[in-house]
């Protein structure tokens, strides 16, 4: 089974902050990772695909990138909505797996 | 509406059984595989189980195999998660979603399970 190792688990920024978010496969996935955004109380939001293809609808302030093992999501200027925790999923092969979150917390 | 409705969720004693749904409407249900996505109280997102577009094939989390059945009756555009043997570990809010590698999304409200004596 694939593990989805995600860093940090937490972190806290100011709006307008650029910040990174990195998930590690523990083999080789090609480009099958999402990411997504969960507000508190709130249903997760799929925010990028394919590691690096914005979902429709979502803010260009969000990319992703990597390839094999390694991925980061990436938002270039944190908004208010954005604190929120956020989840890397693999859909390489099943069982699919989440990485355990990282909760994104004002400054 | 492009949605999924999610329901059956209840308060169930370890050991006992219950069958959560998921009713699409908007949208192709037969042209997807779905899935259901657990969270526990405070929890991440755990994955639980897959079944193809056509009901063809099934894939289980470690956590549930054995215990649970997923299955899909595509002339009702539904979709069931039947869970036996349940566990206090299982107590979570169920979604119902379609995954990547579709480009299309979308996820359910979420129905609560709650494994309690």
């Known amino acids: 089974d694939i593990q989805m190792t995600q860093s940090p688990s937490a972190m806290s920024a100011s709006v307008g902050d650029r910040v990174t978010i990195t998930c590690r496969a523990s083999?080789?996935?090609?480009?099958?990772v999402a990411w997504f955004r969960q507000k508190p109380g709130k249903v997760p939001e799929r925010l990028i695909y394919?590691?690096?293809t914005l979902q429709s609808g979502v803010p260009s302030r969000f990319s992703g990138s990597g390839s094999g093992t390694e991925f980061t999501l990436t938002i270039s200027s944190l908004q208010p909505a954005d604190f929120a925790t956020y989840y890397c999923?693999?859909?390489?092969?099943?069982?699919?797996?989440f990485g355990q979150g990282t909760k994104l917390e004002i400054k | 509406q492009v949605q999924v409705v999610e329901s059956g969720g209840d308060v169930v004693q370890p050991g006992r059984a219950l069958r959560v749904s998921c009713a699409a409407s908007?949208?192709?249900?037969?042209?997807?595989?779905m899935h259901w996505v657990r969270q526990a109280p405070g929890k991440g997102l755990e994955w639980v189980a897959t079944?193809?577009?056509?009901?063809?094939?099934?894939y289980y989390a470690d956590s549930v195999r054995g215990r649970f059945t997923v299955s899909r009756d595509n002339s009702k555009n539904t979709l069931y998660l039947q869970m036996n043997s349940l566990r206090p570990e299982d107590t979570a809010v169920y979604y119902c979603?379609?995954?990547?590698?579709?480009?299309?999304?979308?996820w359910g409200q979420g129905t609560q399970v709650i494994v309690s004596s």
């Open positions: 979603a379609i995954l990547p590698p579709y480009s299309f999304h979308i």
């Open positions: 908007g949208f192709t249900f037969s042209n997807y595989g």
């Open positions: 079944i193809l577009y056509d009901g063809s094939d099934k």
């Open positions: 083999q080789g996935i090609s480009n099958s």
């Open positions: 394919a590691a690096s």
């Open positions: 999923l693999q859909h390489n092969s099943y069982p699919f797996s």
